[in-house]
């Protein structure tokens, strides 16, 4: 890296679904130094194998460190859900315990508590993190008697990603997998959206969303819960630079990454290809 002591906060995704994340990051704390890494290469890994997002991610965390991360926020829910636990657990220990790798579901279902009346939760995600039913066993581990009711949406991210989010196609498809969760239970009035796409989508999602249900979106979630974990971890905190850079990576072209990743930041991107 250019900076040798330089140790900015890693933020990483399978593609450009964190860059919602990173942008409310940089928000809620100018003052840090943050690193984003897109393996857009390899993207999307929802369909793919534990074994291999393990694979991937685990590489991606090992890149991060090595441009002097301390800390790393999976910022992609496929990732949190099939990596996270083994890289904490198993990997990071013989890396370097004293460093931290934190994910975004965990974080997310933390704040259903004071939302949900019915205790009836809707999940909405990408086929590969539907299956994995990350977020009702997290779900449960917190909070006892909820029922979790999971739609896989598997159009919304290309929506996304081909700019046609104000399109008749984004209503319809929102409209469909929508009508679809409150029909398998009618009795929901909380819905995650599990997914970093999603907050691009959040005006066509409440358009259609019923009234008395409330919708979560990862992106200022995410962000106040590494504002608290920063707060209450001074040791980590203390570990990561502050001259408020941002700088962006990306596994493939990054012509392609700047256009695409500039619809997710909101704020133009420039990114560089490394090689994982």
Request: charged share 25%; with cysteine; aromatic share 8%.
């Amino acid at each position: 890296m250019k900076d040798k002591h330089a140790h900015p906060i890693g933020v990483f995704d399978s593609g450009y679904g964190g860059l919602t994340i990173l942008k409310e990051f940089v928000r809620k704390l100018p003052e840090y130094d943050f690193v984003y890494l897109g393996d857009s290469a390899r993207n999307p890994y929802g369909g793919r194998s534990y074994e291999t997002v393990h694979a991937y991610t685990l590489e991606a965390v090992k890149k991060l460190f090595a441009m002097g991360s301390h800390l790393v926020i999976i910022a992609c829910n496929t990732a949190s859900a099939k990596a996270l636990r083994t890289i904490q657990q198993k990997d990071l220990p013989g890396i370097d315990p004293a460093r931290r790798v934190l994910g975004v579901i965990r974080p997310t279902v933390e704040t259903l508590g004071p939302v949900t009346k019915t205790k009836h939760v809707g999940i909405m995600g990408t086929t590969g993190t539907v299956s994995s039913e990350s977020y009702p066993i997290e779900i449960r581990k917190l909070f006892s008697g909820f029922t979790v009711t999971q739609e896989a949406c598997p159009m919304w991210v290309p929506l996304v990603e081909n700019n046609e989010i104000g399109t008749p196609g984004a209503e319809y498809f929102v409209r469909r997998h929508l009508e679809r969760l409150m029909a398998a239970d009618p009795e929901i009035d909380a819905i995650i959206l599990g997914c970093t796409h999603y907050p691009l989508l959040l005006d066509v999602i409440l358009k259609f969303t019923p009234p008395g249900v409330s919708v979560i979106p990862q992106d200022n979630i995410v962000a106040e819960s590494l504002t608290d974990y920063l707060s209450r971890h001074p040791e980590i905190s203390d570990r990561c630079t502050r001259s408020g850079t941002v700088r962006f990576f990306t596994t493939d072209s990054a012509k392609h990454f700047d256009e695409l990743g500039t619809i997710f930041f909101r704020d133009p991107v420039r990114s560089e290809k490394i090689v994982l």
